[in-house]
C-alpha cells in the first residue's frame, strides 16, 4: 500500500519510539502536521521555533531519548538554528524537522525559502534535504542513529513540499550501516593499563567530569573508581549531577574564575588528573598555559577523539564511551590510600571564600536563595537554568546529587533556553518536580512560553533573580572597562508578578531576607505553575568570589 511523504514521516517516527513532538506548524510543513493528527504522538505547540528546539533539548537530557522538534521553511527555520546549536555544543540528541519549499522552485528565493541544510550544516553531526521520496525512510533510520550514537548531537531533515505529497511503498529499514560512521565506544585496553599505571605512581591524583559523564550515564561507574581510586572529583558546568555533591569525595563546580575554591586548589595542586568526557573549555580551565602546572600525567577519556587534548595538554588518550571505559578501568587490580591528600582536600573543602554576592545592602544575597531552595526539594528534582550570573551560582550552591537533574546551555551560553528547556522536562518526566532559576534578562528571551506551559497545564516553579540589569555583562564591564557600563540596565523590565497573572499563574515578590524561606515553601507547595521574583543585589558579582 503506498503512503505519502508525510505519512512516511509518521511511520518513521513511530519506529524509533517517538512519543513527543514540539514544533510550530507553517505552509511549508502544513500535509507533516496534517498526518500526525491521528498519530498518537503527542504534539506541543511552542511559541517561537527556538523554544521548540530547547524544549526538545530539555526533554531529550531528562529522558536520555532523542528529542524531535519541527518548523516550517525560512524563518521558522531559521528561528531553529540557536537551538540546534545549543544541542551540538552541549551533545544532545535532536532531530530537527523542517518543511521546504517544492524541489522546483529550490534556489529561486521564493517565498520563505531558505537553505537550512547549508545554515546548519557547521553545527549538526548530519543534515539531509530530502530530493527522493524513496530516501525518506533510509534517512529517518539514519537521523536517529547518528543523533543517539558516539558522541551525540543534532541531525536535521528537510522535507520539500512536493516530497510531503508524493508516494512510495514504506519499508522502513530493519538496521543500519554508514560507511566511515562507527563510533569507538571501548577504550583500548593497552592506554587503560597505562592509565592505571601512571594513576598507581601518583600522590595527588583528581577525577574531572564533565557532560559525557552524563550522557554515559556513568555514575555507579564514577563513584565505584573514584573510592577505589581514592581521588577527589570535580565537575564541569555540564558534569553537574554526574558525581553526587554530597559524597565525600566530591569538590563540586570547577573553574577557575566560576568555580568553587577547593576544585581550583584541587586541579593547582594535582599531579596526575583523568579527565572524562570534557572539552575542557575556557570556561573550566582559565587561562590553559597555567592550568593543571603541577600534573605530570593527563589522562583524557572522550568518546569523540576530536575533542582529545584539544584545548589542555595531555599524556594518555583514551577513546571510548565514559561508562564502558570505567568498566575497563574497574576491571584492573588496583587500590590505593591517599590520606595526606585527602585530609588537605577535606581543610579546602571547610573554607568558604565568599559567595560572590554584594554587600546584601541593597537586595538579597543569590546563594542564600539557591541554597535554600537547594535544601527544601527532593534529590530527584530538575532545575533548568538560563545563562547568566544565576547560572554559575546556581552550579556552585545548589547541592545536585543525581544525573540528568541540571539543564542548562553550557557551550553556546544561550540565554531563553531555561522556560522551554523546563518545559520539556516537565513533559519528558510529569513525575518529577520541575524548576527553573533564571534572570530578569534571560527570562524575557523566552517567555512567551508561559503560554505553552499554560496550554499543556504544566507544573514549573520559577525562581527569577531579578537584579534590573544585564548582571554576567556588567559585571564584565566592571572587570575590564574600568566600571564603564553601557546597554545593561534594564529600565523597562516589566512588573513580573502581573506578567505572570496575566498568562494565569499566581506570582510573588521576594525584597526581604526573613521572608525567603516562607516564600520557597509556597513556591514549592503549589500544584501548578507559580513564579517568585527575588529582588538581588544588582552589584552581586560571580568573580572573583575568594577575593570578597
Known sequence: MKINGAACMVKSL?????????????????????????????????????????AASGYSRVTGKTGVCMATSGPGATNLITGIATAYMDSIPMV??????????????????????GATEP???????????????????????????????PV?????????????????????????????????????????TAMMESRKPMIIVGGGGVIANATEELIAFAERMQAPVATTLMGIGAFPSSHPLSLGMLGWDHGVYPAKQAVAEAD????????????????????????????????????????????????????????????????REN????????????????TGAGDGVNGLDPMQIIKTLSRKTSN?????????????????????????????????GTMGYGLPAAIGAKIGQPDKQVALITGDGSFQMNLTELATAAQEGLSIKIILLNNSCLGMVRELQEHNCEKRYTQTTLKGNPDFVKLAEAYGFPAIRVSQSDEIDDAIDKLLSHEGTMVAEFIIDPVSNVIPAEKR
Open 96 to 117: 530537527a524537522i523542517t518543511g521546504q519549499v517544492g524541489t522546483d522552485l529550490i534556489g529561486k528565493d521564493v517565498f520563505q525559502e531558505v537553505d537550512i541544510t
Open 380 to 412: 530527584d528534582t530538575i532545575v533548568a537554568t538560563d545563562v547568566g550570573q544565576h547560572q554559575i551560582w546556581t552550579g556552585r550552591y545548589y547541592g545536585f546529587e543525581q544525573p540528568r537533574t541540571f539543564l542548562t546551555s553550557g557551550g553556546l
Open 156 to 196: 536535521l531533515i528537510d522535507i520539500p513540499k512536493d516530497i510531503q505529497k508524493a508516494t512510495l511503498d514504506f519499508q522502513y529499514p530493519e538496521t543500519i550501516d554508514l560507511r566511515g560512521y562507527k563510533p569507538t565506544t571501548k577504550g583500548h585496553p593497552r592506554q587503560i593499563k597505562k592509565a592505571v
Open 272 to 335: 596526575f588528573l583523568i579527565v572524562m568526557g570534557s572539552r575542557m573549555a575556557d570556561r573550566s580551565t582559565g587561562k590553559r598555559e597555567e592550568f593543571a602546572q603541577s600534573a605530570h600525567t593527563v589522562v583524557h577519556i572522550d568518546v569523540d577523539p576530536a575533542e582529545i587534548g584539544k584545548n589542555i595538554d595531555i599524556n594518555i588518550p583514551i577513546v571510548g564511551d565514559i561508562k564502558k571505559t570505567l568498566q575497563g578501568l574497574l576491571a584492573q587490580e588496583f587500590h
Open 339 to 354: 590520606p595526606e591528600w585527602i585530609q588537605q582536600i577535606n581543610k579546602w573543602k571547610e573554607v568558604t571564600k565568599g
Open 14 to 54: 513511530q519506529a524509533e519510539g517517538v512519543e513527543v513532538l514540539f514544533g510550530y506548524p507553517g505552509g511549508a510543513n502544513l500535509f507533516l502536521y496534517d498526518a500526525l493528527i491521528q498519530s498518537g504522538i503527542r504534539q506541543v505547540l511552542v511559541r517561537n521555533e527556538q523554544g521548540a528546539a530547547h
Open 123 to 153: 553545527f549538526t553531526k548530519n543534515n539531509y534535504l530530502v530530493k527522493d521520496i524513496k530516501d525518506l525512510p533510509r534517512i529517518f533510520k539514519e537521523a536517529f542513529h547518528i543523533a543517539s550514537t558516539g558522541r551525540p548531537g
